[in-house]
């Protein structure tokens, strides 16, 4: 075994805490079950590392299983991959095809790279891509993840880097696909890009998070009949059109959001203070743990109108987060462009 | 706007840290000619305060020095204090290193009270009423306590309020600044929803200029009427996008290529 990957095992063992280092070994599923009884946990945690680096000398593909544990730790990109017109697409995916057809031809341009690939049941193909130069070892430590779902033109990445360019020819070549490019879409939950992706959120008849309808006519509180409800109307009407735009059921959960604004700086008709020419040129960012849900949760709470603007709602229809908004020329509202 | 002679490396010195923000009462018998005292006392006591449970010889000083000083070229108007600087050095504890002292932590108190309160101060006390620190929030701790109990005054922590907040947006924005400008960068924080949402909304540089500029009537002087007008306009322009309204939010964090600062109390100075 690579010394680089059984350094990388050990290092990964002895960071794990004593108490869950078994129920992480079982995860992994690699060793046996007798081998695992052969590892005392309460023994030093350098000899643990150590007892299963010399177990892992005999299998090659221990690496994957990291991709489970660390799934939730990395930002995701989409990327789309547009099938060819002019077709050499086979009909049936084939999986022993793109391992080999992708090694070759990540290899044929680099010869240090560790390349390792893990099956899911969802039709799921990871792959785990260690990454070196010409002169040194692959840097296991910074590894960059692939998810191809082979049903689908869609791959996630983790992490962009400089060598993405290749990773693509790779794909595009093993994929049998005409082209690839990026989409403007990140999320550190490759759960919630598979939802706006897939389209598995809030459709009409079937959800994909199904949760209990809400009660609609809830029995009245005993309350003071002497108050009254201010602004009833509104707040409902607030609440019907929040629903039409956002769906009944759970947001995929996105953390940021990214507008990059040239538009022509125009407050209210009084404050037409800058004469300029010149676009105001701006960043807005927005992060939330649940961008969507609380967006949703604004024009309710009275700090935004309703409907909410179409920038921000369109984020799942659109399957982007990341804009780049210029003056559209006669019309106030201003439109989305191409990276 | 003061004529004393500055010291620049000390100034310098100031620039690029982050400073914590406290509110001190004003200090019953304080002395500019007792610095050198002040000193030794308060080594004394960082050094036993640091001590404490440990078992260590008697006269050791584990390497700690703390030294008083003046201030100078930080007064607003001539009335006001000298600010006084703090600093806590430490010595290098191997033998054969070089035992020079190497600063682990600051403070320094100045006065910006105005003519105003100073008229009403009674004698005996000095009002040294901004105290800001940086370095180890324990070593804070230990010399705060220590001029409160020998100066009969209290340290709070200040908060800097949004409208203030605001006021620095709109007076860094306007500062000319030579080198590459970096934006005006506004942080909201909006309350009173199930998930928390920040909203950052940075401006290039020269075009928040260009609206400060737009704003202001009279170089050099700065009105609330002004800073609510460059803040509506910037919250106009962003409600015009998103349908947010911005003012309903909470600004938490202003930043420029000046000066940063959070609402938390915590400031830094660039430039």
């Given at each position: 075994m690579d010394e680089t990957v059984a350094e990388y095992i050990r290092r990964t063992v002895l960071k794990i805490p004593r108490c869950q280092i078994m129920e992480m070994l079982t995860m992994w599923e690699f060793l046996s079950k007798t081998q695992l009884q052969t590892?005392?946990?309460?023994?030093?945690k350098e000899r643990i590392s150590q007892a299963v680096v010399e177990l892992c000398e005999v299998i090659t593909s221990i690496v994957n299983d990291q991709i489970v544990s660390n799934s939730h730790n990395f930002v995701f990109t989409i990327s789309g991959i547009f099938s060819c017109i002019t077709g050499e697409e086979t009909d049936s995916f084939n999986l022993a095809d793109f391992k080999y057809k992708f090694k070759r031809s990540l290899r044929s341009a680099l010869k240090n790279v560790t390349i390792n690939f893990r099956e899911y049941e969802d039709n799921a193909i990871w792959i785990r891509i260690a990454w070196g130069t010409q002169y040194t070892k692959p840097n296991q430590y910074k590894a960059t993840y692939v998810v191809y779902h082979s049903q689908t033109p869609y791959v996630f990445i983790s992490s962009l880097r400089s060598s993405i360019p290749l990773l693509c020819q790779a794909l595009v070549h093993a994929s049998n696909y005409h082209d690839i490019h990026e989409m403007e879409l990140r999320s550190r939950c490759i759960d919630s890009l598979k939802d706006i992706v897939f389209k598995r959120y809030s459709q009409t008849f079937q959800t994909y998070h199904p949760r209990p309808l809400q009660e609609r006519n809830v029995a009245p509180e005993k309350v003071d009949p002497r108050i009254i409800q201010e602004n009833k109307r509104e707040k409902e009407r607030i609440q019907s059109v929040n629903q039409e735009i956002f769906g009944e059921g759970l947001q995929p959960k996105i953390e940021f959001a990214q507008y990059k604004l040239e538009t022509m700086f125009k407050g209210e008709p009084e404050m037409d203070i800058l004469t300029e020419k010149e676009p105001f040129r701006c960043v807005v960012k927005f992060s939330s743990p649940h961008l969507l849900e609380a967006l949703k949760s604004l024009a309710p709470a009275g700090m935004a109108d309703a409907p909410l603007s179409p920038l921000l709602t369109c984020i799942p229809q659109k399957a982007r987060n990341y804009f780049k908004i210029k003056e559209r020329k006669g019309i106030l509202s201003a439109s989305c462009l191409g990276p | 706007s003061s004529t004393e002679n500055v010291d620049p490396q000390k100034i310098a010195f100031l620039l690029r840290k982050q400073w914590t923000l406290y509110s001190v009462t004003p200090m019953y018998k304080f002395s500019y000619g007792n610095l050198k005292e002040y000193s030794r006392l308060l080594s004394a006591f960082v050094a036993a305060e640091k001590q404490k449970g440990l078992a260590v010889e008697v006269?050791?000083?584990?390497g700690i020095k703390v030294t008083l000083s003046t201030l100078l070229g930080l007064k607003g108007t001539d009335q006001d204090q000298v600010a006084v600087l703090v600093q806590i050095a430490s010595r290098s504890q191997l033998p054969f290193e070089n035992a020079e002292n190497k600063v682990v932590w600051s403070g320094w108190f100045c006065c910006i009270s105005g003519d105003d309160l100073l008229e009403s101060v009674p004698e005996d006390f000095t009002c040294l009423s901004l105290f800001l620190a940086n370095g180890a929030e324990s070593y804070t701790a230990i010399v705060g306590s220590w001029f409160q109990k020998t100066f009969d005054c209290y340290f709070s922590r200040l908060t800097i309020s949004p409208l203030n907040l605001a006021w620095m947006a709109a007076m860094w924005t306007g500062c000319k600044v030579d080198s590459h400008m970096a934006a005006t960068e506004l942080v909201f924080s909006v309350p009173c929803i199930p998930q928390s949402l920040d909203i950052s909304y940075a401006i290039h540089s020269e075009d928040a200029k260009a609206l400060w500029d737009t704003v202001q009537?009279?170089?050099g002087e700065v009105t609330q009427e002004e800073v609510n007008l460059f803040m509506d306009c910037l919250y106009s322009h962003f409600h015009r996008h998103f349908k947010i309204h911005l003012s309903a939010t909470r600004l938490v964090k202003v930043s420029t290529s000046i000066a940063s600062a959070h609402c938390d109390g915590n400031i830094k100075v660039l430039d």
């Amino acid at each position: 075994m690579d010394e680089t990957v059984a350094e990388y095992i050990r290092r990964t063992v002895l960071k794990i805490p004593r108490c869950q280092i078994m129920e992480m070994l079982t995860m992994w599923e690699f060793l046996s079950k007798t081998q695992l009884q052969t590892i005392n946990v309460h023994q030093l945690k350098e000899r643990i590392s150590q007892a299963v680096v010399e177990l892992c000398e005999v299998i090659t593909s221990i690496v994957n299983d990291q991709i489970v544990s660390n799934s939730h730790n990395f930002v995701f990109t989409i990327s789309g991959i547009f099938s060819c017109i002019t077709g050499e697409e086979t009909d049936s995916f084939n999986l022993a095809d793109f391992k080999y057809k992708f090694k070759r031809s990540l290899r044929s341009a680099l010869k240090n790279v560790t390349i390792n690939f893990r099956e899911y049941e969802d039709n799921a193909i990871w792959i785990r891509i260690a990454w070196g130069t010409q002169y040194t070892k692959p840097n296991q430590y910074k590894a960059t993840y692939v998810v191809y779902h082979s049903q689908t033109p869609y791959v996630f990445i983790s992490s962009l880097r400089s060598s993405i360019p290749l990773l693509c020819q790779a794909l595009v070549h093993a994929s049998n696909y005409h082209d690839i490019h990026e989409m403007e879409l990140r999320s550190r939950c490759i759960d919630s890009l598979k939802d706006i992706v897939f389209k598995r959120y809030s459709q009409t008849f079937q959800t994909y998070h199904p949760r209990p309808l809400q009660e609609r006519n809830v029995a009245p509180e005993k309350v003071d009949p002497r108050i009254i409800q201010e602004n009833k109307r509104e707040k409902e009407r607030i609440q019907s059109v929040n629903q039409e735009i956002f769906g009944e059921g759970l947001q995929p959960k996105i953390e940021f959001a990214q507008y990059k604004l040239e538009t022509m700086f125009k407050g209210e008709p009084e404050m037409d203070i800058l004469t300029e020419k010149e676009p105001f040129r701006c960043v807005v960012k927005f992060s939330s743990p649940h961008l969507l849900e609380a967006l949703k949760s604004l024009a309710p709470a009275g700090m935004a109108d309703a409907p909410l603007s179409p920038l921000l709602t369109c984020i799942p229809q659109k399957a982007r987060n990341y804009f780049k908004i210029k003056e559209r020329k006669g019309i106030l509202s201003a439109s989305c462009l191409g990276p | 706007s003061s004529t004393e002679n500055v010291d620049p490396q000390k100034i310098a010195f100031l620039l690029r840290k982050q400073w914590t923000l406290y509110s001190v009462t004003p200090m019953y018998k304080f002395s500019y000619g007792n610095l050198k005292e002040y000193s030794r006392l308060l080594s004394a006591f960082v050094a036993a305060e640091k001590q404490k449970g440990l078992a260590v010889e008697v006269g050791n000083d584990l390497g700690i020095k703390v030294t008083l000083s003046t201030l100078l070229g930080l007064k607003g108007t001539d009335q006001d204090q000298v600010a006084v600087l703090v600093q806590i050095a430490s010595r290098s504890q191997l033998p054969f290193e070089n035992a020079e002292n190497k600063v682990v932590w600051s403070g320094w108190f100045c006065c910006i009270s105005g003519d105003d309160l100073l008229e009403s101060v009674p004698e005996d006390f000095t009002c040294l009423s901004l105290f800001l620190a940086n370095g180890a929030e324990s070593y804070t701790a230990i010399v705060g306590s220590w001029f409160q109990k020998t100066f009969d005054c209290y340290f709070s922590r200040l908060t800097i309020s949004p409208l203030n907040l605001a006021w620095m947006a709109a007076m860094w924005t306007g500062c000319k600044v030579d080198s590459h400008m970096a934006a005006t960068e506004l942080v909201f924080s909006v309350p009173c929803i199930p998930q928390s949402l920040d909203i950052s909304y940075a401006i290039h540089s020269e075009d928040a200029k260009a609206l400060w500029d737009t704003v202001q009537k009279t170089p050099g002087e700065v009105t609330q009427e002004e800073v609510n007008l460059f803040m509506d306009c910037l919250y106009s322009h962003f409600h015009r996008h998103f349908k947010i309204h911005l003012s309903a939010t909470r600004l938490v964090k202003v930043s420029t290529s000046i000066a940063s600062a959070h609402c938390d109390g915590n400031i830094k100075v660039l430039d």
